[in-house]
């Protein structure tokens, strides 16, 4: 189950698999067991995206190159097509938070708050 | 009555924030004539007041709060060792919480004449006794509201009908961007206020009065989160297209740089995403969520067809479709949802979305070759964007070779007016336009076997204006 549904959202982002992205979502994995299990892999998929995504985009740092910036993006938004099929409306909106904390930290020159640990009490959202 | 909530972000520990304005916001977004709006703080650190808004008096409001309740003045509530079920991110805020004591949580303000009543020196305030954090109140809006206003009224603008409340998208817009860290809001009120078509919240509000549940304001908040996606997809092509300019202003990220631009391009992704959940009707979310994925998917498609420019006609169909068609399909096909339109109707505009999204892309592309659209000539040509103009002319007998062979080598000002002069004096731009109202006509066959509550007429004129435009 977990494994197709890993094939089939991987599409276009294949090479993130093997480049952080599997050990970013299992990680995830051990922070969704309060969720339906139907759910978890996909909201342990999204919460790895985003992670990766933002690194990609180099949001907080240096800025991406354009195809990378690119990659970043459709990250976050396959991450929020994840999450609108799968999440209740609290986590989707604790994730959009999340992402908006991020960049305006980063819009602002603040130190960026961790991806890491805004998108596990996203997680947690009720 | 109207329920909502107002989100806001504080930036210090102690803050007076000033939400008059943005209260006289929601007053006039309402409609509201006479009543009151009920405030309530949902949150035990964060309490409300009225009071003048003079910065050394807010000073000495905030040494009284000290005084009465100084920080770490030995308050029970932060012996955590002694509390049962203490979070683990639970804050040391005892004094915060009795501070909040001092102040009230809930406030009621009369509206008369469309707006608060207020004393010359009186400003509402949320009061920030934790802060930095997110925040949240509860409204509620009880009392008389105006009608909305016919086709000629009320802001909607000339020939458009009631549903289209432009002023309601405007009002939204502003009000989403007074809330936003000065950093991120600022850009993008650049974006916002330099105008644009509006075509996507125009679709959202036209279609969102389809079906039988028919909200305005709900509308208008979908169609306002719509246009801030995007914006937000528009300041991230910017830096990857490296234009300096977007509606005769600097880009994001021309003016701010390309670590802004990404930051600001993601704030207002997010927040569009938020809003759109906030909603509520899981329809609408997958439906913009998945046309979000398409325009990302796609523009990673554009930037890689540039190794092979122009393209041929199937590629430049496939990136249209995502890049631009799948948000006006998206906003047609989210309206109806709103609304609770019978899936056919949903379907059908959805089809008429994407078939009109790529008619107005390529009424687009023939712009770039118009002198008289006000935007300077040949762009597309100078970032190698795909444009199905340069496409027809390469396949051209007599221009085609010698265009190929200008888009292969550096475009310099004069190449990029011998490859305009070509497309010129070819028949692409004569093709375009026929494809283009051949789609447009495509889309108004799917508006002819639904029942669109009278709004036929105005989707059919929308699609036809798309293509039949100079700028």
Redesign the interface.
């Known amino acids: 189950m977990s494994v197709q549904l890993i094939d089939r959202e991987l599409d ?1 982002l294949e090479s993130l698999w093997d480049d952080g992205l599997s050990e970013t979502y299992r990680s995830y994995m051990e922070a969704v067991g309060a969720h339906e299990p139907d759910a978890q892999p996909k909201l342990a998929l999204a919460a790895a995206l985003v992670e990766i995504g ?1 690194r990609l ?8 190159a ?2 990378t ?3 970043g ?2 990250c ?3 991450s ?2 994840l ?3 799968a999440a209740s ?1 609290a986590v ?2 604790a ?6 904390d ?3 930290a ?4 603040a130190a960026a708050p961790a991806p890491r640990a805004l998108l596990l ?1 996203a997680l947690k959202a009720r | 009555m109207i329920g909502k909530r107002l989100r806001f972000e504080t930036k210090r520990e102690t803050e007076f924030v000033d939400i008059t304005d943005l209260l006289r916001q929601e007053v006039r977004l309402a409609g509201m004539r006479m009543g009151r709006l009920h405030l309530q703080s949902l949150h035990t650190t964060l309490g409300l007041a009225v009071n003048e808004n003079e910065p050394l008096l807010l000073r000495d409001f905030a040494k009284m709060l000290e005084r009465f309740a100084p920080v770490g003045a030995g308050y029970e509530h932060d012996d955590f060792a002694r509390r049962v079920d203490v979070a683990l991110d639970e804050p040391v805020n005892g004094h915060a919480h009795v501070r909040q004591l001092l102040l009230t949580g809930f406030a009621t303000l009369l509206v008369e004449e469309g707006d608060l009543v207020l004393g010359r020196w009186q400003s509402i305030f949320a009061v920030e006794l934790d802060g930095p954090r997110h925040r949240e109140l509860a409204l509620q809006l009880d009392g008389d509201f105006s009608p909305l206003p016919r086709a000629s009224g009320g802001g909607s603008g000339r020939g458009w009908p009631a549903a289209v409340r432009s002023d309601l998208v405007e009002l939204e817009l502003t009000r989403q961007l007074l809330v936003d860290p000065e950093p991120v809001s600022t850009p993008m009120r650049r974006l916002v206020e330099a105008g644009g078509k509006r075509l996507r919240p125009k679709l959202v509000q036209l279609t969102a009065a389809i079906g039988p549940r028919q909200e305005p304001l709900r509308a208008a908040a979908l169609a306002a989160a719509v246009e801030l996606l995007h914006n937000a997809t528009l300041i991230h092509d910017d830096y990857v297209d490296e234009s300096t300019h977007r509606r005769g202003r600097p880009t994001v990220a021309a003016a701010e740089g390309p670590e802004r631009a990404i930051a600001v391009g993601d704030y207002y992704f997010a927040k569009a995403t938020r809003l759109i959940a906030e909603i509520g009707n899981r329809d609408v979310t997958s439906t913009i969520s998945e046309a979000l994925e398409a325009i990302c998917a796609s523009q990673i498609d554009d930037v890689a067809l540039r190794g092979a420019f122009p393209g041929d006609h199937d590629s430049y169909l496939r990136v249209v479709r995502g890049k631009t068609a799948a948000l006006f399909a998206a906003a047609c096909a989210s309206g109806a949802q709103l609304s609770d339109a019978g899936p056919e109707i949903v379907e059908a505009l959805r089809r008429y979305g994407d078939l009109l999204g790529i008619a107005f892309q390529m009424a687009d592309d023939m712009v770039d070759f118009s002198p008289s659209s006000g935007k300077p000539v040949g762009l597309d040509i100078r970032q190698r964007v795909l444009s199905l103009p340069l496409i027809y002319a390469a396949e051209d007998r007599t221009v085609g070779p010698e265009v190929r062979r200008l888009l292969a080598g550096t475009l310099g000002d004069a190449e990029v007016g011998r490859v305009t002069d070509l497309v010129n004096a070819s028949d692409a731009l004569q093709r375009v336009r026929v494809e283009a109202q051949a789609l447009v006509d495509a889309a108004v066959h799917e508006l002819e076997t639904i029942e669109l509550d009278g709004l036929r007429p105005t989707l059919i004129g929308l699609a036809r204006s798309a293509v039949d435009r100079n700028a």
Request: no cysteine; glycine share 12%.
């Open positions: 276009r933002v985009q180099g949001l907080g740092g240096r800025a991406a354009p195809p910036l690119l990659m993006d459709l976050l938004a396959r929020s097509r999450l609108a099929g409306q989707q909106v994730f959009a938070q999340a992402i908006e991020m960049s305006s980063a819009a602002s020159g009490n």
